[in-house]
């Protein structure tokens, strides 16, 4: 947090004020976090979605969270329509003589700040996604371009398994978008 970077500039009255901001936004966060599994662990819908988003190697509590709380659209719609709620779809500028770039933009932050971090723990750990990174950097795209290509394939993979409701299986999401 912001808040503990400036512990260590801080005069000595200000440093107490953060430290106890921020034990009780930890506070918070803690509660928060609690009361968040105890909502999923009483409702079956959440509970099974919980557990198969979890069941994806390098997806994480934090991550299935953050789906379940702000992506209620998962499983509902299609790979575009799903990449392009949460930012990870490639948009065309082409006019002129510009043509072939594409970027990103717009989206859930929240959901694309963590389903971001829940890639870089999946290039890791996740065979199908590690492939899919290397096969990409082979072919010879910039790391930040082929981490959003493989976010984009887990946020497909995540969406496909929730509307089918079937765990991780390694040989079907290989072939996924």
């Known amino acids: 947090m912001a808040e503990g970077n400036r512990l260590g500039t801080a005069p000595r009255v200000v440093a107490k004020q953060l430290r106890e901001h921020l034990r009780w936004l930890e506070r918070r966060i803690t509660d ?53 709620l949460v930012g990870v779809a490639p948009f065309a500028r082409d006019g002129g003589k510009r043509r072939g770039r594409r970027h990103t933009a717009g989206g859930r932050r929240a959901v694309r700040t963590v389903l971001y971090m829940a890639t870089l723990s999946a290039i890791r750990y996740n065979p199908v996604l590690k492939r899919f990174y290397e096969r990409l950097k082979a072919a010879g795209k910039v790391s930040k371009v082929a981490i959003i290509a493989c976010s984009r394939k887990l946020l497909t993979i995540l969406n496909a398994m929730v509307r089918d409701r079937t765990q991780w299986d390694a040989g079907r999401a290989s072939h996924t978008g």
Do not use: F
């Not at 599994?37 to 969270?65: C, H, K, N, Y």
């Open 32 to 84: 928060s976090d609690k009361e968040l599994r105890q909502r999923i662990a009483r409702t079956a819908v959440w509970r099974e979605q919980d557990e198969l988003v979890r069941s994806v190697p390098g997806v994480g509590p934090v991550m299935s969270l953050t789906l379940l709380a702000s992506l209620p659209e998962l499983g509902r719609l299609t790979r575009k329509q799903i990449a392009a």
